[in-house]
């Protein structure tokens, strides 16, 4: 049974940084797409960023240059480094990770079948 427990939300000022981690159990995904969304209640799930087996990113317009994915396969983690964090990242952010060969975009959160339970960021100006 794959599980995904995210963890590193928490409460900061804007301008400051959090580093969000997702340890996948029971996964065997290291050649699949994992990535990171998030969701404010009442609004759409958003895609802020993805990784591939082979390194490839994919990040949201409004992250591109502030935030960070990688992964340790070795460790089955994924990681989100936030920088310069604002009020509008305020949300609960999830890690999702693929059972399979999928696409792997930010767009693409319909291909990602295993997701973890989230883990809140709030932002203060």
């Known amino acids: 049974q794959v599980q995904l427990v995210e963890s590193g939300g928490d409460s900061v000022q804007s301008g400051g940084s959090l580093r969000l981690s997702c340890v996948a159990s029971?996964?065997?995904?290291?050649?699949?797409?994992m990535g990171w969304f998030r969701q404010v209640p009442g609004k759409e799930r958003e895609g802020v960023a993805t990784?591939?087996?082979?390194?490839?990113?994919t990040y949201g317009i409004s992250v591109k240059g502030r935030f960070t994915i990688s992964r340790d396969n070795a460790k089955n983690t994924l990681y989100l480094q936030m920088n310069n964090l604002k009020p509008e990242d305020t949300a609960m952010y999830y890690c999702?990770?693929?059972?399979?060969?999928?696409?792997?975009?930010?767009?693409?959160?319909?291909?990602?079948?295993?997701w973890g339970q989230g883990t809140q960021v709030t932002v203060s100006s």
């Open positions: 999702a990770a693929a059972g399979g060969p999928s696409r792997c975009d930010v767009y693409g959160y319909h291909a990602l079948s295993y």
């Open positions: 029971g996964y065997n995904g290291r050649r699949y797409c």
């Open positions: 990784i591939d087996s082979d390194g490839t990113t």
